[in-house]
T-cell receptor, first 113, second 114 residues
Framework: AQKVTQAQTEISVVEKEDVTLDCVYETRDTTYYLFWYKQPPSGELVFLIRRNSFDEQNEISGRYSWNFQKSTSSFNFTITASQVVDSAVYFC??????????WGAGTKLIIKP | AAGVIQSPRHLIKEKRETATLKCYPIPRHDTVYWYQQGPGQDPQFLISFYEKMQSDKGSIPDRFSAQQFSDYHSELNMSSLELGDSALYFCASSSPPGLAGEQFFGPGTRLTVL
């Protein structure tokens, strides 16, 4: 069975702090993709990153960085120097052999000014 | 760049009524997915279509049906609406289908059933 776990239901930090959102996944597929999506209060789903199972290279995009570790089945997301506009619900998702996106429950991130 | 278009953006219906949601995928995308997201929930996969044929089925109620047309747009038909159907409905498209096909999401249709 495939599963994505985001253990942090809600995180609240003060602006400019760094924050890491955890994502742990389960799958028996050897080939799979992992995703992070952002859902701001307006409701749309914004794609942030896709990582395939054969590429464990970490990625940095501006203030965002992702740490993929197959050994621990984790794909964590860090926001450096957080800003109020980063406030949103963040979803981690997995796509395996059945092509469906399996979603985590989401982490609500609150950035206080 | 063109994105996924969903209409209407907001819809209010009474219980037992019917509703039709429309999705226009990104040009040249041949796969469409439908998701339902209840308040405070993660998106739940309903159904998907590839080249106008149903490719996968998730937790779609029997009261709902969907299809993909020759121009690749898709419609989700919902009958005998219940209060619990109130949710945000997302459509996503991709090409090619499968693992490498990143799903691009539309803005969603917010359905409220009174």
């Amino acid at each position: 069975a495939q599963k994505v776990t985001q253990a942090q239901t809600e995180i609240s930090v003060v602006e400019k702090e760094d924050v890491t959102l955890d994502c742990v996944y389960e799958t028996r597929d050897t080939t799979y993709y992992l995703f992070w999506y952002k859902q701001p209060p307006s409701g749309e789903l914004v794609f942030l990153i896709r990582r395939n199972s054969f590429d464990e290279q970490n990625e940095i995009s501006g203030r965002y960085s992702w740490n993929f570790q197959k050994s621990t089945s984790s794909f964590n997301f860090t926001i450096t120097a957080s800003q109020v506009v980063d406030s949103a619900v963040y979803f981690c998702a997995l796509s395996g052999s059945n092509y469906q996106l399996i979603w985590g429950a989401g982490t609500k991130l609150i950035i206080k000014p | 760049a063109a994105g996924v278009i969903q209409s209407p953006r907001h819809l209010i219906k009474e219980k037992r009524e019917t509703a039709t949601l429309k999705c226009y995928p990104i040009p040249r995308h041949d796969t469409v997915y439908w998701y339902q997201q209840g308040p405070g929930q993660d998106p739940q996969f309903l159904i998907s279509f590839y080249e106008k044929m149903q490719s996968d089925k998730g937790s779609i109620p029997d009261r709902f049906s969907a299809q993909q047309f020759s121009d690749y747009h898709s419609e989700l038909n919902m009958s005998s609406l219940e209060l619990g159907d109130s949710a945000l409905y997302f459509c996503a498209s991709s090409s090619p289908p499968g693992l490498a096909g990143e799903q691009f999401f539309g803005p969603g249709t917010r359905l409220t059933v009174l």
